[in-house]
Antibody
Framework: QLQLQESGPGLVKPSETLSLTCTVS??????????WGWVRQPPGKGLEWIAF???????YYNPSLESRVTISVDTSKNQLSLKLNSVTAADTAVYYC????????????????WGQGTLVTVSS | IQMTQSPSSVSASVGDRVTITCRAS??????LAWYQQKPGKAPELLIY???TLQSGVPSRFSGSGSGTDFTLTISSLQPEDFATYYC?????????FGQGTRLEIK
């Protein structure tokens, strides 16, 4: 059973960089069919896709965040990472990592596995 | 592609039939999915490719639609169905979600 687990600081100061890691277990991050990405949800609000990455390094970013976001993958550790710089209170959210099926799949173009999410609060 | 759900919230009783609508600002082909989210939990994939139920999803859930207009129907509400539902398009980047529909117990 595939499992995703987010980790990182729960509190970040304004103007600093938010850094999160997602560890994938029960499957390989080097899967042909999958991109791996991040989705966030501000408290009481809806879902916003941030970015995703293929194991080869190919990336897609949400244009609304692209100038501040970096996503990376470490296939040796089966991990993906997110960095969001120059954060403000508007970046306070639960951050989820998720698998996005893309190639040779039945449930293509969906997020079929999610981590439990981690709340990141931006505050001084 | 902007996704607009209606209603934003709905109150219903166990056994009721409920329909949630999702409208896309432009055609989304068949890459339309629905998710269920319960408080404090991650979203779970319910339906993909407009109408295909994810493994393990009860048959009381169904999806339909084409082009820009899509619906999620729950034929007979069960207590565990009270949650928030989101549509998501996967046709073009950026991937976008509807704003959510909160299904509450009447």
């Amino acid at each position: 059973q595939l499992q995703l687990q987010e980790s990182g600081p729960g509190l970040v100061k304004p103007s600093e960089t938010l850094s999160l890691t997602c560890t994938v277990s029960g499957g390989s991050i080097s899967s042909y069919s999958s991109y791996w990405g991040w989705v966030r949800q501000p408290p009481g609000k809806g879902l916003e896709w941030i970015a995703f990455i293929y194991y080869s390094g190919s990336t897609y970013y949400n244009p609304s965040l692209e100038s501040r976001v970096t996503i990376s993958v470490d296939t040796s550790k089966n991990q993906l990472s997110l960095k969001l710089n120059s954060v403000t209170a508007a970046d306070t959210a639960v951050y989820y990592c998720a698998r996005f099926l893309y190639y040779s799949c039945t449930a293509c173009h969906t997020f079929d596995y999610w981590g439990q999410g981690t709340l990141v609060t931006v505050s001084s | 592609i902007q996704m607009t759900q209606s209603p934003s919230s709905v109150s219903a009783s166990v056994g009721d039939r409920v329909t949630i609508t999702c409208r896309a600002s432009q055609g989304t082909s068949s890459w339309l999915a629905w998710y269920q989210q319960k408080p404090g939990k991650a979203p779970e994939l319910l339906i993909y490719a407009v109408s295909t139920l994810q493994s393990g999803v009860p048959s009381r859930f169904s999806g339909s639609g084409s082009g820009t207009d899509f619906t999620l129907t729950i034929s007979s509400l069960q207590p565990e169905d009270f949650a928030t539902y989101y549509c998501q398009q996967g046709t073009s980047f950026p991937i976008t979600f509807g704003q959510g529909t909160r299904l509450e117990i009447k």
